[in-house]
């Protein structure tokens, strides 16, 4: 079930692989028995990766469904501290976190919570000091002490006024003040990666710091920022310039410390946020 999950949701039998430590051709080898088992087809090949066919989505529903009954029952056997600490990048707060977080408060109304938020590189910091267990951060930077499960890939978009009729990059970029959370901010430095490799001379850069903020100020004309295109459609962006394929995908990591297991709990809040 979990290689079946890890599949669905990475989709790459690879990735899931390397995210579960198993070899390829057992992946594979997992997913054909189930295939069997069924006997349905639960994946089609795309561009885009494995895509689960309508009979593979109603069991990734049912598989998901018994993966978190486990882990409540694990939780209530083992009786661990109903403990959460958690980092996720700011851009990256969305409604799925906060139904997640009101999920587990249904079960266990004595939940204690830990949310910080921040750059990639600060979530990995407040990890490396014992801030925090795990966090959620678009991309990585590959620190030895901390170990990255991808978790999938987001797509990115530049959002501002009426860039959406755009007709390329450089018209959307070329000069254009680029507003980011802070310099250290993972954003900047794509952004900044994507304007030398294209040749665009680079706009002064606005540091905004709230999240919220920044979206307004691209609305009103004040310059461009990337975001992902899931939280464009949580904050209602409709002006929007879709990057080149080269460019427009980035990896997404569910991060912890080197062996650090995680608790039935967390193991929860992860498979719940995800589903969700």
Same mark, same amino acid.
């Given at each position: 079930?979990?290689?079946?999950?890890?599949?669905?949701?990475?989709?790459?039998?690879?990735?899931?692989?390397?995210?579960?430590?198993?070899?390829?051709?057992?992946?594979?080898?997992?997913?054909?028995?189930?295939?069997?088992?069924?006997?349905?087809?639960?994946?089609?090949?795309?561009?885009?990766?494995?895509?689960?066919?309508?009979?593979?989505?109603?069991?990734?529903?049912?598989?998901?469904?018994?993966?978190?009954?486990?882990?409540?029952?694990?939780?209530?056997?083992?009786?661990?501290?109903?403990?959460?600490?958690?980092?996720?990048?700011?851009?990256?707060?969305?409604?799925?976190?906060?139904?997640?977080?009101?999920?587990?408060?249904?079960?266990?109304?004595?939940?204690?919570?830990?949310?910080?938020?921040?750059?990639?590189?600060?979530?990995?910091?407040?990890?490396?000091?014992?801030?925090?267990?795990?966090?959620?951060?678009?991309?990585?930077?590959?620190?030895?002490?901390?170990?990255?499960?991808?978790?999938? &890939? *987001?797509?990115? =978009?530049?959002?501002?006024?009426?860039?959406? #009729? +755009?007709?390329?990059?450089?018209?959307? /970029?070329?000069? !254009?003040?680029?507003?980011?959370?802070?310099?250290?901010?993972?954003?900047?430095?794509?952004?900044?990666?994507?304007?030398?490799?294209?040749?665009?001379?680079?706009?002064?850069? &606005? *540091?905004?710091? =709230?999240?919220?903020?920044?979206?307004?100020? #691209? +609305?009103?004309?004040?310059?461009?920022? /990337?975001?992902? !295109?899931?939280?464009?459609?949580?904050?209602?962006?409709?002006?929007?310039?879709?990057?080149?394929?080269?460019?427009?995908?980035?990896?997404?990591?569910?991060?912890?410390?080197?062996?650090?297991?995680?608790?039935?709990?967390?193991?929860?809040?992860?498979?719940?946020?995800?589903?969700?």
């Amino acid at each position: 079930m979990l290689a079946f999950v890890a599949v669905a949701e990475l989709k790459s039998v690879s990735a899931a692989a390397a995210s579960l430590n198993h070899l390829q051709s057992n992946m594979t080898a997992k997913i054909k028995k189930i295939e069997s088992h069924y006997q349905r087809q639960l994946f089609l090949r795309s561009a885009r990766g494995m895509e689960l066919t309508p009979e593979g989505e109603k069991l990734y529903k049912q598989f998901k469904r018994i993966i978190l009954l486990w882990e409540e029952t694990e939780q209530e056997m083992q009786q661990r501290e109903l403990k959460l600490r958690i980092g996720t990048m700011q851009s990256a707060v969305g409604t799925n976190i906060a139904e997640a977080f009101a999920n587990l408060y249904r079960k266990y109304p004595a939940l204690s919570v830990t949310l910080k938020t921040g750059t990639t590189e600060t979530m990995e910091n407040e990890l490396l000091q014992g801030h925090i267990d795990l966090a959620y951060t678009i991309g990585k930077s590959d620190r030895a002490q901390l170990t990255y499960k991808p978790i999938g &890939t *987001e797509e990115m =978009v530049l959002a501002g006024k009426n860039i959406g #009729s +755009s007709a390329n990059l450089i018209q959307a /970029l070329q000069g !254009k003040t680029q507003l980011i959370l802070s310099k250290d901010c993972l954003y900047a430095s794509i952004l900044e990666r994507i304007c030398v490799a294209n040749g665009i001379k680079q706009g002064p850069k &606005t *540091e905004v710091g =709230v999240f919220e903020t920044l979206l307004q100020l #691209s +609305s009103l004309g004040m310059g461009v920022t /990337l975001i992902s !295109k899931t939280i464009a459609r949580q904050f209602g962006v409709t002006d929007y310039f879709e990057l080149p394929p080269g460019d427009r995908y980035i990896e997404k990591y569910l991060v912890t410390r080197q062996n650090y297991e995680l608790s039935p709990l967390e193991r929860q809040f992860v498979e719940i946020s995800h589903f969700i």
